[in-house]
């Protein structure tokens, strides 16, 4: 049997005299691809035209990525519409199957499609050389597409890891800022220096490169305090972030000084002139993963030194030495010996210590309420609350540091005042990131409740409804204060249009808003405009 195929043409689709309303669906991502959604929209009205369809309605996912559905705004705002019987149309006209998506499970891609025909809305793919018409044979070519898109995408990730390991054992930078005393140099394919980049600035030309060069004078001699105090004085992290932050002094982002700030410092191999890159890995939009040591990819004396080797190594060894496997038995003596000393054991002793942090010890015992029966230390405290506070306001504080990453990443500013209760973006308008905590009624229905701060009068309010087990976010609610009232906002499962009109998957939506456009003009001034 031979089936015979007709470029873009679509036999079983009769001409008809009335139009049938149909939307279409754009989405260029961000590998640089050869089309544009500007031209992938050409396509489709012809198509359109040529087959009788009107578009009533244009989703448009610009700059995402097809490996998932996660950030696609547009497309799961096309799946709702269909699926709540809000949309005008019946028929949904794409590019090819590849924009759908590039997922690496050819399932995935059907699934979606799926959902569109349960609800009688067909999608015809307008650029492929098949007729979605549910024949075998544009099932099988469909299917066969599919997978090819995933493919293309694991092709690719591969060539972009080889290369970026290149540069890597060539000596430039690859991605992320400099950090605290080095800052980021913008060279030509040659090797001549051209300009030095300011935070998120970004090279332009495909063939410049970017290394790392030493900062301010004022910044290194922080650095080698930083190692100084550490080596020499024995100076725990927190100690040594309390003695920056009583000069006043903030990071390279800005902020205050914090253990973690100054651990950073000392375990990061630029500061001897290493590049070293590979310490994590995400790829196809997976989790990230940590990597041995061994998978690293490391350049030596890449970079000018600012840091002298013989210190660095003995930071390291201190390091080494506390993350090292410690007894049961050490750790309860250490414990024991630092209630003898102060008389009493809380988080802010342990974690000033250095050595043993609560977090080993939580990790180690279960809960530091149990940490501190076993070296006779009790305290009449309701240590689960304080521990579900504590566990909520670590959440916040990371939830917190990704708004204010993704904000930065579109390229906006931001700023955090009163206590990080209150973030300015881009100075002109203030958000605060409130959780609702997940909770569970008499009869049986989920319940969130988030309580007001009076004092704090943002905005926007960037609410993190959590799932059931409170332990990571379920969606979120970006509501104007102005269709805010009360002192105490309730969300059920489902809620008034009103309020779920606000609710969305991803905080995309957020960053979208703080989204700027930076470049350089002719004089070397840099310049500022919202995209």
Not at 133 to 138: A, K, L, Q
Not at 213 to 242: D, K
Not at 281 to 301: M, T
Not at 457 to 476: F, K, S
Request: charged share 25%.
């Amino acid at each position: 049997m031979a089936i015979e195929w007709t470029q873009g043409e679509c036999a079983a689709l009769p001409r008809k005299e009335i139009a049938i309303p149909a939307a279409a669906y754009v989405r260029m991502s961000t590998d640089h691809q050869q089309f544009s959604t500007d031209n992938q929209l050409a396509t489709i009205r012809h198509y359109a035209e040529r087959y009788n369809f009107e578009i009533v309605r244009t989703y448009a996912d610009d700059g995402k990525s097809g490996l998932s559905l996660a950030g696609r705004d547009a497309l799961q705002n096309l799946l709702q519409d269909v699926e709540n019987g809000l949309a005008s149309f019946r028929t949904i006209l794409v590019y090819d199957v590849s924009r759908l998506g590039r997922f690496q499970d050819p399932d995935e891609a059907a699934e979606i499609e799926l959902r569109c025909k349960r609800r009688g809305t067909h999608v015809h793919y307008c650029a492929e050389q098949f007729s979605n018409d549910g024949t075998i044979g544009s099932t099988i070519l469909k299917t066969v597409k599919r997978a090819m898109a995933g493919e293309y995408s694991r092709e690719l990730s591969t060539k972009v890891f080889a290369g970026q390991v290149n540069l890597v054992r060539l000596g430039f930078h690859q991605g992320g800022p400099a950090g605290y005393g080095l800052r980021r140099l913008l060279v030509d394919q040659t090797g001549k220096p051209k300009c030095e980049l300011a935070r998120r600035e970004q090279k332009s030309i495909a063939t410049d490169r970017v290394i790392l060069v030493p900062g301010p004078a004022e910044e290194i001699a922080v650095v080698q305090e930083i190692y100084h105090l550490f080596v020499r004085e024995r100076r725990s992290e927190v100690e040594i972030a309390e003695v920056l932050n009583g000069r006043g002094l903030v990071t390279d982002l800005e902020r205050r000084w914090t253990r973690a700030a100054v651990r950073q410092i000392l375990v990061n191999d630029k500061y001897v002139g290493d590049n070293v890159w590979g310490r994590t890995s995400r790829k196809l939009k997976q989790a990230y993963v940590r990597n041995p040591r061994s998978n690293w990819i490391r350049a030596a004396r890449a970079f000018e030194a600012i840091i002298d080797q013989e210190i660095f190594d003995q930071a390291r060894a201190i390091l080494a030495a506390r993350t090292a496997r410690v007894s049961d038995e050490t750790m309860l003596q250490k414990l024991s010996a630092l209630f003898e000393r102060n008389g009493y054991l809380s988080r802010g002793l342990l974690d000033a210590t250095g050595d043993c942090p609560s977090r080993r010890y939580e990790r180690r015992f279960g809960s530091l309420r149990r940490a501190y029966a076993l070296v006779g230390y009790v305290s009449d405290r309701d240590y689960a609350y304080l521990e579900f506070r504590r566990a909520l306001s670590d959440l916040r504080s990371r939830v917190l540091t990704d708004v204010l990453s993704g904000i930065e990443a579109a390229g906006g500013s931001v700023s955090v005042r009163t206590n990080r209760d209150l973030i300015v973006v881009n100075g002109e308008f203030t958000a605060s990131v409130l959780i609702a905590r997940c909770m569970r009624t008499a009869a049986g229905k989920l319940r969130w409740t988030v309580r007001l701060n009076k004092s704090v009068r943002p905005d926007l309010l960037i609410v993190v409804r959590m799932r059931p087990e409170n332990a990571c976010p379920q969606d979120y609610y970006l509501l104007p204060s102005i269709d805010v009232h009360g002192p105490v906002l309730k969300f059920w499962g489902i809620n008034d249009f009103s309020l779920d009109s606000y609710r969305c998957e991803t905080l995309s939506r957020l960053y979208a808003m703080a989204a700027r456009t930076f470049w350089r003009s002719s004089d070397g001034r840099g310049s500022r405009s919202e995209n």
